[in-house]
Structure formats: structure tokens, C-alpha cells
């Protein structure tokens, strides 16, 4: 996850109400050579989704909106394409801050 930060809850963005950015996962490493089938993004209530995409090994979403001092639950579920699919899900936070 570049652009990310940690903490003792796990990885977080900084991220303007009014900011609409896109941001990355890496699932290389995960991966070793598998293939992502499909994605599935959950997005805390008073964040707004409003695109994603995959390419390769890298699942992106696009979020805009979120209230200043508040803070996001982000899910990104995958599915491989492998004859016996794997699972597997990471969560960031969304941080809102008035920059």
C-alpha cells in the first residue's frame, strides 16, 4: 500500500473533504503468481465510492466526500481465478482532515 501510514490499528490515509483521489493495493506478493477474478470494495457510510478498477495485481478505488474529523472503515475484498479460489481481504482507514 504506497502512500499509506501505520499505526498500532493498521494502515491509514490522510485524505481533504474535498479531495477525490484514488487509492492503490498491491496484491503481488500475495498473489506469487495468481490472478485476481474479482474485487469487491466496502466503503464506510459518508465516503463515497464512485469508481474502481484492476490491473494486473493492483485493485484501485476512487473516494471523495467524508467529514472533516472523521475517520473510514475501507475493505477490499479479492477472489482469485484459480481452479480452487483464495480469498482474501485488506482494510484501511480514511482519515478526514480539513487541509
Request: negative net charge; charged residues 25%.
Amino acid at each position: 500500500m504506497t502512500g499509506f501510514e501505520s499505526d498500532t490499528l493498521g494502515d491509514y490515509i490522510i485524505k481533504d473533504p474535498d479531495a477525490d483521489l484514488d487509492y492503490a493495493l498491491d496484491w503481488s506478493a500475495w498473489l506469487d503468481g495468481d490472478t485476481i477474478n474479482t474485487v469487491t470494495w466496502t466503503v464506510g457510510a459518508g465516503l463515497t465510492k464512485h469508481d474502481e478498477a484492476v490491473s494486473g495485481d493492483i485493485t484501485t478505488v476512487w473516494l471523495k466526500g467524508g467529514n472533516a474529523g472523521q475517520t473510514y472503515w475501507v475493505s477490499c475484498r479479492i477472489v482469485t481465478a484459480n481452479v480452487i479460489p483464495r480469498t482474501e481481504d485488506r482494510s484501511f482507514r480514511v482519515m478526514v482532515r480539513q487541509r
